[in-house]
């Protein structure tokens, strides 16, 4: 079976409902860790590693619980160099993404700002705080990373296979 093709049908079907309802169903996020684990079974292992790499910025509420089991699946399934390559390309999809989306809303400056006092607290309190809370922040700065590494992932598996 061609994994590649499953890991792209569980990118499509989680990054599209990232994009449309800005979560993840973790019934989604099972499947593919389950697939990935029958299919691919030590490959999976660095998807582990993977997720626990990302695990922190979850727990500082940088990205959601969802994005750090798409970057599991998709480090699993690909394995080191594919994997790496592939995340990057995600991870610069979702950086031009909310660079667009920060300069479009004007509100650039005053998320540097809110960063730059997020450090400073951390480092001066050693209290770690979630960094972002929907209630608080609402949707204005938030991007769906799930989706950017979706295309990011699909654009670098096209690319894989057009120099071949």
Known sequence: MNTDLVLCLF???????????????????????AAGLLLRRGGMAFGLLAGLLFFPLFLLRMIGAADVKVI????????????????????????????????????????????AAYIRQITMTKKYVPYYRKERDGSRAAIP??????????????????NR
């Open 11 to 33: 990118l499509t079907f989680s990054g599209l409902q990232d994009l449309a309802e800005g979560k993840v169903s973790r019934y989604v996020t099972l499947a593919g860790l």
């Open 72 to 115: 599991a699946v998709t480090a699993g399934f690909l394995g080191p160099a594919r994997g790496a390559a592939a995340l990057m390309t995600g991870f610069v999809l979702g950086a031009v993404w909310s660079l667009a989306r920060l300069l479009h809303r004007k509100i650039l400056w005053e998320r540097l700002s809110y960063f």
């Open 145 to 162: 990373l799930a989706f950017c590494l979706f295309a990011g992932t699909a654009a670098y598996l096209f690319w894989e296979r057009l």
